[in-house]
């Protein structure tokens, strides 16, 4: 493993599969609710310094409890 300064910026941008609560009304999505407790598995690298993948995903999977994300109205 490279070590790097750190100084050095270390942007990591993945994604993995979580599950969601969608409430639909008349056909129309009113409202998103991403249960962000999920363990983060299989992630995707999408952008950034793909070697800090490891350590983002660890950070970002270290056991806090999160609240869930909502979207709508």
């Not at 790097?4 to 409430?23: D, G, K």
């Not at 008349?26 to 992630?43: F, Q």
């Amino acid at each position: 493993m490279t070590k790097h300064s750190s100084a050095t910026p270390r942007r990591v941008v993945f994604q993995y599969l979580v599950p969601v609560h969608v409430e639909v009304e008349d056909g129309l999505v009113c409202a998103v609710t991403v249960i962000d407790e999920t363990p983060v598995e299989n992630p995707t690298f999408v952008e950034g310094h793909a070697d800090y993948l490891d350590e983002a995903v660890k950070a970002a999977d270290d056991g806090q409890s999160w609240p869930s994300w909502e979207f709508g109205y």
